[in-house]
């Protein structure tokens, strides 16, 4: 077991291009990161190099957030490593357009089963950790506006980001006061150009502070929440005003 005088973070999906940012933000806020790749080793070791500058004791591993046994497994690996778990952050996520009403079992299965079913067991497995211990510990979920909209071809994604919301409520009234959890919800943060989705042009125009995200916005609110302890079962939507009716 690595012993470590520094704070410990478990993140899921720290090797996304949003999820990697996230990581080096909190490994240089003071903690120790374990965190979960699924499908490219190459990005993840890349993204742990980077995190062993800041924080050498960082570890990752192999984990299919959406199988309840792989979770179990990287959690398995966390306990043999570390001794304490001060902070968990669920960014694993699967996106991609699913048009009504050709949704398929497998896309739904594939959107859900990442993005909800996966934090939910996250988070049952770092609860059973935390709560024995005798200091305060924090869950931090990455949902989405989309909970908030009624998005066009997106309808598993969505419902699955709204689930997690609820989940973070649910969890933060349970594990009270020596859990807190809460949820940030970015708006558009980057494009993938791959996917369909509106011109940058017409989506700016739906934001009130007429530009998109950026990482570091989201990035200074879950270093806001670190340093909370009295915010507990909120979402906290990083979208310019992008929700303004």
């Not at 965190?35 to 990752?60: N, V």
């Not at 934090?119 to 909970?147: G, H, L, N």
């Not at 708006?187 to 125009?205: A, D, H, I, R, S």
Request: aromatic residues 8%; proline residues 3%.
């Amino acid at each position: 077991m690595t012993a470590t005088g520094k704070k410990v973070c478990f993140m899921t999906g720290a090797s996304g291009v949003l999820g990697s940012e996230i990581a080096l933000a909190v490994a240089g806020h003071g903690y120790t990161i374990f965190f979960t790749w699924h499908s490219s080793e190459e990005r993840a070791a890349a993204t742990l190099e980077k995190i062993r500058w800041i924080s050498p004791e960082s570890q990752m591993v192999q984990c299919n957030v959406a199988k309840t046994s792989d979770i179990a497994g990287a959690f398995a690996a966390f306990r043999q490593q570390f001794e304490r778990l001060d902070l968990v952050i669920t960014s694993a996520s699967n996106f991609f357009s699913t048009p009504l009403p050709d949704v398929t079992e497998r896309e739904w299965d594939s959107l859900v089963d990442t993005n909800l079913k996966g934090t939910f067991f996250t988070m049952q497995e770092a609860a059973s950790i935390m709560q024995k211990q005798s200091f305060v510990s924090r869950i931090i979920t990455m949902s989405d506006i989309s909970a908030d909209l009624v998005w066009r071809n997106f309808a598993p994604y969505s419902v699955s980001k709204a689930g997690i919301q609820h989940l973070t409520r649910i969890f933060a009234k349970e594990f009270a006061p020596t859990i807190l959890v809460n949820s940030v919800a970015p708006g558009t943060v980057t494009l993938n150009n791959k996917k369909k989705m509106e011109p940058q042009e017409e989506m700016v125009k739906k934001i009130a502070l007429q530009r998109l995200g950026d990482p570091l916005d989201i990035i200074k609110t879950i270093l806001f929440l670190l340093e909370s302890d009295y915010i507990t079962g909120q979402v906290i939507n990083v979208e310019g005003g992008r929700l303004l009716r």
